[in-house]
């Protein structure tokens, strides 16, 4: 037994030994390949870049559309040199890569550490309990301001020991110029996707959210909730509980198309006659009223036991802010005696009592990686509105940003810039000017953190579903541009060899969506690389 024990004692080291021979030999031999592989003549890089470049061609070959259409370049931040160029200096609509310029402009101009603000001021004296005046609530462009945010509010009013408020509640949204409407201010000829009033005061990104509940008693009136809770918006309720499903809303009702953001359900107008809408017809619209707020009007028959749910722009979100603020005072039991309105805080009398701040760097993370075009206008009127220089913020906006590009030295002489999220046809920007943004976002400390703003390919934001399972997903931080005729993919990508490499696509033509299987592929291209991958 002692002799068998002994025997496989031996056996065993043995083993062990030829096991440690032989991974000795073959990390030696890894190491030596890789050593190999990584010994490189100018010669042998060259063959790696241009088997890149083939790469690329024929993929774009395959595209089979008119060469002057897109515009592509590569660039290699680790070895400063362009890998690919084609068409760089030619103008083409950005869509949603405007989004770049906003992004780059407002962290230049801000800095990385700016607070969009939003403040509570009162014009009046505490004594026992009571405010002898009135509550303003003043915002710098917070385009994430929650009823979360509002409650916080409330809880540092009550801090200061406030039971009753002898004046009214206050929204002043004079930061921003008084032009709210991205259409307007753009100068755009169509509407390529409507976007909620741009204010320097806002809630749940301006958009009021409509539930309608039909109970299961035929002919009782449905049940309607808005959010926020609000009496800066009338509801008109004449809707029934009925025993069938009823109309369904058209599809031509909503405005389904996607440019870089989220479907909203367009602003419905009522027919001139109501008295002409059957009973039958379930319909849910939004308006003006005679008394100048914004109204929704909910009628027809909903089917028994059915929720549904609508979303509107506000009309009037400062108005809503305030009218919110006040009801949520009220029933956290401080007494109001005024009402609600807007008006301008009078600074030379006011006391600070509330602030709530929000960092910029999350309010564009959003914006970049869900393309969220109402968060881009926002920063685009933030940019403008900070020095007043000119009465217009979509104005300054553009002089500061084209102003901050001639300083840099980014070939822009054709540039064209009239919004900051993108939706504007008339933009105009080249591959070559954009891949300037990306090389110098990479330089500035304060910038070079821009990758982690952007979606990442097969994980969140625009790009979640695209690059699923290849091996682009999780090494492509890009952001994205749509319009019916404009496609553009532009960031940065890391390759085999964990080069980094930032790149930029845009094509313009009938063909949009299709060009995005191509940006894809090259992105693909791009990850795979690397040197000595050539085919001699």
Do not use: W
Not at 246 to 272: S, V
Not at 376 to 385: L, N, P
């Amino acid at each position: 037994m002692k002799l068998l024990k002994s025997k496989l004692i031996k056996i065993a080291v043995g083993l062990l030994l030829i096991l440690i021979v032989f991974q000795f030999f073959n990390i030696s031999s890894t190491n030596y390949l890789y050593s190999q592989r990584n010994v490189f003549t100018s010669e042998d890089s060259l063959k790696s870049i241009n088997f890149l470049r083939r790469q690329i061609y024929e993929v774009l070959k395959n595209f089979n559309d008119n060469k002057t259409n897109y515009g592509i370049v590569v660039y290699s931040l680790d070895k400063n040199e362009f890998y690919f160029r084609h068409n760089i200096d030619s103008y083409f609509i950005p869509a949603s890569l405007t989004k770049l310029f906003t992004t780059f402009a407002a962290l230049s101009k801000l800095g990385k550490d700016y607070k969009v603000k939003t403040f509570i001021y009162s014009d009046g004296e505490i004594k026992n309990g009571v405010l002898e005046g009135n509550l303003y609530i003043y915002g710098t462009g917070d385009a994430l301001f929650s009823i979360s945010d509002l409650d916080e509010i409330v809880d540092r009013i009550k801090q200061f020991g406030i039971k009753k408020i002898k004046g009214s509640i206050y929204a002043d949204p004079s930061f921003f110029d008084s032009q709210t409407d991205r259409f307007v201010y753009s100068g755009d000829f169509d509407v390529v996707q409507k976007t909620q009033p741009i204010t320097s005061i806002s809630i749940q990104k301006n958009i009021v959210k409509v539930i309608v509940t039909a109970g299961s008693i035929y002919g009782r009136s449905v049940n309607v909730q808005i959010f926020p809770s609000t009496d800066a918006i009338k509801v008109y309720n004449t809707a029934k509980v009925s025993r069938s499903l009823g109309n369904r809303i058209k599809d031509e009702d909503a405005d389904n198309i996607k440019y870089g953001g989220k479907p909203i359900l367009a602003q419905r107008r009522p027919p001139q006659s109501r008295e002409d809408v059957s009973r039958k017809a379930f319909k849910v619209t939004s308006e003006i009223d005679k008394n100048g707020l914004q109204a929704i009007y909910i009628s027809g028959g909903l089917s028994a036991g059915t929720t549904k749910t609508y979303e509107f722009f506000m009309e009037n979100p400062p108005l809503v802010v305030a009218s919110a603020l006040k009801k949520r005072l009220e029933t956290d039991g401080i007494e109001i005696a005024g009402n609600f309105g807007i008006a301008n805080v009078p600074f030379e009398k006011s006391q600070l009592i509330a602030l709530v701040s929000r960092n910029i760097v999350d309010i564009l993370k959003e914006m970049n990686k869900e393309s969220d075009n109402y968060l881009a206008e926002t920063v685009f009127k933030i940019i403008g509105a900070v020095e007043k220089r000119m009465t217009s913020n979509s104005k300054e906006a553009v002089r500061y940003i084209f102003s901050l590009l001639d300083s840099l030295k980014v070939p822009c002489v054709e540039c064209k810039m009239f919004d900051g999220s993108g939706l504007s046809r008339r933009n105009r920007f080249s591959p070559e000017s954009i891949i300037q943004i990306l090389i110098n976002a990479k330089r500035n400390p304060n910038i070079s953190f821009l990758d982690t703003l952007l979606s990442v390919a097969g994980y969140d934001g625009t790009l979640k579903v695209r690059m699923l399972g290849t091996s682009a997903q999780g090494k492509v931080f890009a952001k994205t541009g749509t319009h019916s005729n404009a496609s553009g993919l532009a960031g940065y990508v890391k390759t085999r060899d964990n080069e980094r490499l930032a790149f930029v696509f845009m094509y313009n033509g009938e063909k949009a969506f299709q060009f995005k299987k191509i940006e894809d592929e090259l992105c693909i291209i791009l990850s795979e690389f690397f040197y000595a991958n050539y085919q001699e």
